[in-house]
């Protein structure tokens, strides 16, 4: 561990680390030095983080949006009244100060005595979802990745042998760090609604690290992909394979009704936006369509009309936590070049602020990282 110190206090290794030490704004999260590192348990493995991503759980956890309380868009500030007891994705409070950031690329350090000892030099990517190790299924008993327990926005993070996965891929640290969360989560929203080759889907927000991940995703699997974006990163959203884009301006309504226009009524419907715009997006489905969700940044409350549901046997899908087996899956399609990387910037942990900042602007392409090497 060379890059760690010794505390005056306990004598023990220390780290760099953003600590989140509450609920509110960027002000809340203080870099420091005399982080003690963890010790891996008899089943972890210590990772020396190289870089690790920044995705909207870091946000909406600090902010307090999981509340049922809050109903506003996923703006990063405005919650002041949102109850803390209900604050994270789990519906539970968050235990201060904490560590976060779920999107690691680094090199195992050290294992306990139960963890693979090859792991050790090897560089890894880590899954970010948590699962009890003797009861995978029980999705009560699933925790994530700087939510539950410590992240990697630090120079070292311990986490179960079973989650760090090495790959083999040339790609630098920081875009290897672009695919935990977002890829993971288009992949498994994909699986969900069983998309096939042949099919089309519309992605709504597809300039975003979950969108763009849909788009190589569904492209991967030969779908027909329709996406909406802003009209300055059209261009991008098509080079990374979208059959056609509509550019976003004005009302929702107007942007699905032009969609429809390039390719609906669709099999399918991905959707991290929600807000207002849900209902159209049903309505733009074909007869037993699927829509699945997995975020909901302009707004978690919407309104639909039911009988667009049952007259047209639509399937509605949430999609949070995925089953064995699709990680394994993400790395193979890493390793084998069949997605691409799509790196929207980079942060040192010193700017962890404004990096979060610069993500709730919703300004770049793809994905934000805060890198530590």
Known sequence: MTAATLSSETGGPTMRAALLVGHGGPEMIQVRDD?????????????????CGINNT????RVSWYSKS?????????YADADAADSTWGGRGVEFPRIQGADVVGRVVAGGDHADADLVGRRVMVEPWLKDPADPADRSKARYLGSEVDGGFAEYVAVPAVNAYPVDSELPDAELATFACASSTAEHMLQRIRLTGGESIAVPGASGGVGSALVQLARRRGARVVAVSGASKAAQVLELGADAVVARQGPEHDVAAAVEANGGPFDAVADVVGGDAVGT???ALTGRGRYVTSGAIAGPITEI???????????LHGATIYGPGLFADLVGYIERGEIRPVLGGTFPLERIREAQEAFVSKEHFGN???TLS
């Not at 982080?35 to 870089?51: Q, R, T």
């Not at 809050?70 to 405005?78: C, D, F, L, N, Q």
């Not at 009309?305 to 399937?315: F, G, I, S």
């Open 368 to 370: 934000l990282v805060i």
């Open 70 to 78: 809050v109903t506003a868009a996923t703006s990063g500030e405005g």
């Open 35 to 51: 982080v003690p590192v963890p010790a891996p348990g008899p089943d972890e493995v210590l990772i020396e983080v190289a870089a």
């Open 305 to 315: 009309d039911l009988r667009a549901v049952y007259l047209n046997d639509l399937e």
């Open 58 to 61: 870091d946000i909406n956890t």
């Open 281 to 283: 997006w049903l309505d």
